[in-house]
């Protein structure tokens, strides 16, 4: 019994671990990209033909923009950093906590894993496929705004495609949607909140709108992925007898 108590304690402290430094491959992988990643290419404004990024000199850097007709009627809203920010805290740590509050080590490894696998996946894609975010609108005055300036300047938008915290936030959400009978009142709060970390991320000039749907994508696919793997659900209804031939 204790043999097995220290080992459930020694995975809960290897996965909130795991999480934390793919977290940190995260802010490795978030700079802007040198000329030689891409030599040959080079991104232009198509009414002006100017090029978008400097070609030499302090900071030079070629990356992708994935900036759609759409992208340009949405608005800059700066109130929304305040779910922008809670994510920090409440995917990676209070998702997964409330897991083990329901007494539930798979669905506790379930989305822990799911979290760390999808990581690794968006860093092969950033490392391949660097975008980059240009932020055109002005800051306003008081608490918002230096909110957002906080974001900002702690938080290149290189990483971009897919969106980081689309995908954890999708993670979250059906994790949480999974323990709605067992804490109602918690995840039918939590749900909405994490929900409007979708419209923030484009809303705060941090990602184009295409990279939110990659990242919702690569969530949903991360969690239910991992679930199959380490929970093993059946697909076939327990009422279900087995199937014969006529």
Not at 139 to 165: E, R, T
């Given at each position: 019994m204790a043999k097995s108590k220290a080992l459930r304690t020694v995975v809960i402290v290897a996965v909130f671990l795991?999480?934390?430094?793919?977290?940190?491959?995260?802010?490795?992988?978030?700079?802007?990209?040198?000329?030689?990643?891409?030599?040959?290419?080079?991104?232009?404004?198509?009414?002006?033909?100017?090029?978008?990024?400097?070609?030499?000199?302090?900071?030079?850097?070629?990356s992708f923009i994935l900036k759609?007709?759409?992208?340009?009627?949405?608005?800059?809203?700066?109130?929304?950093?305040?779910?922008?920010?809670s994510f920090l805290v409440i995917v990676p740590f209070v998702v997964p906590a409330i897991n083990l509050a329901a007494r539930s080590m798979r669905r506790f490894l379930t989305v822990g894993l799911a979290l760390i696998v999808s990581q690794l996946f968006l860093d092969i894609s950033y490392w391949l496929f660097q975008t980059n975010v240009p932020r055109t609108a002005t800051?306003?005055?008081?608490?918002?705004?230096?909110?957002?300036?906080?974001?900002?300047?702690?938080?290149?938008?290189?990483?971009?495609?897919?969106?980081?915290?689309?995908t954890w936030a999708m993670i979250g959400?059906?994790?949480?949607?999974?323990?709605?009978?067992?804490?109602p009142k918690t995840a039918w709060i939590l749900m909405p909140w994490l929900a409007l970390i979708f419209p923030a991320t484009v809303m705060l000039q941090q990602h184009f709108l295409m990279d939110v749907y990659?990242?919702?994508?690569?969530?949903?696919?991360?969690?239910?992925?991992?679930?199959?793997?380490v929970e093993r659900p059946s697909l076939v209804p327990r009422d279900e007898g087995a199937l014969h031939r006529p």
């Open positions: 795991g999480i934390i430094l793919v977290f940190m491959s995260y802010e490795m992988l978030n700079f802007a990209p040198g000329s030689a990643r891409w030599p040959s290419f080079y991104p232009w404004d198509p009414a002006t033909k100017a090029l978008v990024q400097p070609l030499s000199g302090d900071g030079a850097y070629q759609s007709w759409l992208d340009e009627r949405v608005p800059f809203v700066p109130i929304l950093a305040l779910p922008y920010l800051l306003p005055d008081g608490a918002l705004g230096w909110l957002v300036g906080m974001i900002w300047g702690n938080d290149q938008p290189f990483n971009g495609y897919p969106s980081g915290h689309c959400i059906i994790s949480l949607w999974r323990l709605r009978s067992r804490f990659a990242g919702l994508f690569v969530g949903f696919a991360s969690y239910w992925a991992v679930m199959f793997a």
